[in-house]
């Protein structure tokens, strides 16, 4: 009704909000707008093992929820596998991020996107969050098999050229962190090669561990994601 309608356009983003939403957007999450909706929701999908994850990105958006996280079980491949998800209102709100992220209905990085990303104490969450989606740890190992040194990647997928420049350039200007773009020449989506930000130097690496430590530590099962060795 109108009264309800009037409620949904006086919600605003809170400044970590909308860092989160620049985040994860950048890794896992979703943003699009239904066929019968005039404003865009924000669904997060993980698989259970990323369940406390989960919860924490919803205690973000909480605020924006209809209804707290739920698990569902669904059959790929001949085997049943747990997910948790949630959706976000369709909302005013986030008409911008939608925006700004999103050309002709698929994600794009543009120079617009990241130069929206604030400089203020959320700084560092869009980058954890994005680290937290599709960052690991890369262990190189010996001939015995033990673990000798470590690298820090993020998965850009199909990202183009010149959207992995985008990123690359912003970890370097934003937080200092030098990085190198890593090809897979033989694996292809959509055209484009399969691309991997890559963080390998030792001094960005730890201060890459301290710019994303502090959201981190909040959840135990995320830990393995900054559990370098030199």
């Keep these: 009704g109108v009264t309800k309608s009037i409620k949904y356009r006086s919600i605003e983003l809170n400044e970590e909000q909308e860092q989160f939403i620049y985040g994860t957007l950048l890794g896992d999450g979703n943003i699009s707008i239904g066929s019968e909706c005039k404003n865009p929701r924000l669904r997060i999908y993980h698989s259970i093992a990323q369940e406390k994850y989960t919860l924490y990105k919803y205690s973000i958006v909480k605020s924006?929820?209809?209804s707290e996280p739920k698990i569902r079980y669904r059959p790929l491949h001949g085997v049943i596998h747990g997910g948790i998800y949630f959706n976000t209102r369709a909302l005013p709100c986030l008409r911008i991020p939608y925006e700004i992220t999103t050309k002709q209905g698929k994600r794009v990085v543009t120079?617009?996107?990241i130069n929206t990303i604030s400089d203020n104490k959320h700084a560092?969450?869009?980058?954890a969050v994005w680290y937290m989606d599709d960052g690991w740890i890369y262990?190189?190992?010996n001939s015995s098999g033990n673990r000798t040194s470590d690298r820090m990647s993020i998965n850009l997928g199909d990202m183009t050229e010149i959207e992995s420049d985008i990123l690359q350039e912003w970890v370097k200007k934003k937080f200092d962190i030098t990085s190198y773009i890593r090809t897979r020449r033989d694996?292809?989506?959509n055209g484009e090669y399969i691309k991997y930000l890559v963080i390998g130097k030792r001094k960005d690496m730890i201060h890459m561990k301290e710019i994303v430590d502090p959201y981190i530590n909040k959840i135990p099962e995320m830990l393995y994601k900054t559990n370098l060795i030199f």
Excluded: A
């Design 187 to 189: 694996v292809c989506k």
């Design 111 to 113: 120079d617009e996107w």
């Design 139 to 141: 262990q190189k190992l």
């Design 124 to 127: 560092g969450l869009s980058l």
């Design 64 to 66: 924006l929820c209809v």
